[in-house]
Nanobody
């Protein structure tokens, strides 16, 4: 089994920045794509950004100018740098990873518990 733990959420004023982190741990053999998703109240969960195990990022078109995803394979960690935040960015942000575990052997999608980001004056 594996676990994902997010950190870095909080309250920020419009125009401000936040950096989210997600670390994978457990009985991990390898990690494929990792990414961030978000869910605002009353809305469906949506893609924010993903990053492959060789560092290739993929962004939601509406966010790529303000958000940057990065990855440190040595620490099994991804970060999301969010700049010029807007009230509409308010949501719970979830980390997701495709993880190969040793026991049981195989690959599964794992989700973190989520971290709240609130953008408000």
């Amino acid at each position: 089994q594996a676990q994902l733990v997010e950190s870095g959420g909080g309250l920020v004023q419009p125009g401000g920045s936040l950096r989210l982190s997600c670390t994978a741990s457990g009985n991990i053999h390898a990690i494929d794509t990792m990414g961030w998703y978000r869910q605002a109240p009353g809305k469906q969960r949506e893609l924010v950004a993903t990053i492959s195990n060789n560092g290739r990022p993929n962004y939601a078109d509406s966010l790529k100018d303000r958000f940057t995803i990065s990855r440190d394979n040595t620490k099994s960690t991804i970060d999301l740098q969010m700049n010029n935040l807007k009230p509409e960015d308010t949501a719970i942000y979830y980390c997701k990873a495709e993880i190969w575990t040793l026991a049981p052997w195989g690959v599964s999608d794992y989700w973190g518990q989520g971290t709240q980001v609130t953008v408000s004056s």
